[in-house]
Nanobody
Framework: VQLQASGGGLVQAGGSLRLSCAAS????????MGWYRQAPGKQRELVAT?????????EYADSVKGRFTLSKDNAKNTVYLQMNSLKPEDTAVYYC?????????????WGQGTLVTVSS
């Protein structure tokens, strides 16, 4: 399984960016897909994840609710993160995340990371 992320960059505070992540390879049963981030000197944290096909329980970090929107294209195994009203504290490396598989074969997969820098 490979995760190809794109869309990071430099933006001023209050601006917007859109991240995308496409999963490819032998994917069996997507359970959740979305984004985590890691700021310098901090632990990796959840940003937003979406469930597999047919479910609607999206999950967002409190710090991004109302500003970030996660959407998905099930046919393309792709998720998009629309980030609006960006703040300097959103600066981090954003990692695409995928959990797939059944029962004991569930596995986590990570993309290579894309840097988002928000200037004040």
């Amino acid at each position: 399984v490979q995760l190809q992320a794109s869309g990071g960059g430099l933006v001023q505070a209050g601006g917007s960016l859109r991240l995308s992540c496409a999963a490819s390879g032998r994917i069996v049963g997507i359970n959740r897909m979305g984004w985590y981030r890691q700021a310098p000197g901090k632990q990796r944290e959840l940003v937003a994840t979406a469930p597999g096909t047919g479910a609607t329980n999206y999950e967002y970090a409190d710090s991004v609710k109302g500003r970030f929107t996660l959407s998905k294209d099930n046919a393309k195994n792709t998720v998009y993160l629309q980030m609006n009203s960006l703040k300097p504290e959103d600066t981090a490396v954003y990692y695409c995340y995928l959990n797939a598989g059944w029962s004991a074969l569930r596995s986590d997969y990570w993309g290579q990371g894309t840097l988002v820098t928000v200037s004040s």
